[in-house]
C-alpha cells in the first residue's frame, strides 16, 4: 500500500462522493478504500474526511491535502503522458558520440537528413578520438571504430573504416607519382605524431607490400596531416572518410588504386533496452541504414 496509491484513492474518494463510488472506479473494496484513508490520516496525523452514514465532508486539513494531491497526480500524469509519447514518437535530447573524422565529414552531413526527419529530435554530438563509455559518460549511442570489448552494449556493424594514400597534383608535380608503394621510400611521407607505426601496409596482386616510412612531419592529429598533404608538403595515409572529398575535387590524387589498404571495423553501439526510446529507435534505423555495410 504505497502512498502515492493512497493519495489517487483519497482523490478519487472526494471526486466520486463517497467509498462505495470511489470502490467501483478503482476496482477496489469499500473495505480498502477505507483502509488507505485510515492509513493517510494515521500518517500525516490529521483528520482528512468527516464522514457521517449519510454524507461525507473534507476537514480543513483534507483541503489543503486535496490541492496537494491533485497538484502532485496531475504533474505524474503529465510525465507520464511525454514519455509514453517519447516511446512512440521520436522526441527529446539524444546525445550520440562519434570519432572527429568521421563525425565531422560523414556524420554530421548526414544528419541533416536525419534532423529533417525526425523535427521532434535535437541532437547532442560529441566528436572525440578517445575511447568513451557510453553508461559512465551519458551518452545513449557511440560510434566506435576497432575491436568491441564491451559485452554490455548490443553493436550493430556499419561499413569498414577504410584508408586511403594521396598527395596534392603540386606535391606529385614536383617530386613524381610514385607508381608503387615501394617508390614511398623516396618520397616524403606525413606521419600521424602518436602512431607506433613505422611502416604502411598494402596488399596487391603479389600479396602484401611493407614499406617503411620515414616522415618528415608529424601532426598530431587527422585533419592537420590533410592540411598539409592539400599544401603539397607530402604523401599521407589518413581515412577515406577524410580525404575522400579533396580525392573527387581534384584537390588530391588517390595512389595504388590496385592495392589494397588495412581497414578497421566500425560499429554503432548502444545499451540492451526492451523499452528503446523512439528518438534511439530513429537514429539507429537511420544510421545503419546510411553507413550500413
Known sequence: MSQFESMTVFTRVVEAGSFAAAAKTLTLSPTMIANHIRKLEEELGVRLLNRTTRRQSLT????????????ILSQVAEVRAELLAQRSEPRGRLRVSAPVSFGVERLIPAMADFLAAF???????????????????GYEALIRIGPLSDSRLIARPLAPYRMMVAASPAYLARM?????PDDLAHH????????AKSKWRFTGEDGPVSVAIHPRLEVNSGPGLRAAALAGIGV???????????VAAGRLIALFPDHELPSRPMNLLFQKDRRMSAKLRSFIDFTVERFGP
Open 176 to 180: 613524381g607519382s610514385p607508381s608503387a
Open 119 to 137: 523535427p521532434g529530435v535535437d541532437l547532442a554530438l560529441d566528436l572525440n578520438d578517445r575511447a568513451v563509455d557510453l553508461v559512465d559518460d
Open 60 to 71: 480543513e486539513a483534507g483541503i489543503l491535502y486535496l490541492a496537494h494531491c491533485q497538484s
Open 236 to 246: 599521407v595515409l589518413q581515412p577515406e572518410a577524410l580525404l575522400a572529398n579533396d
Open 188 to 195: 616524403t611521407c606525413l606521419a600521424f605524431r602518436y602512431s
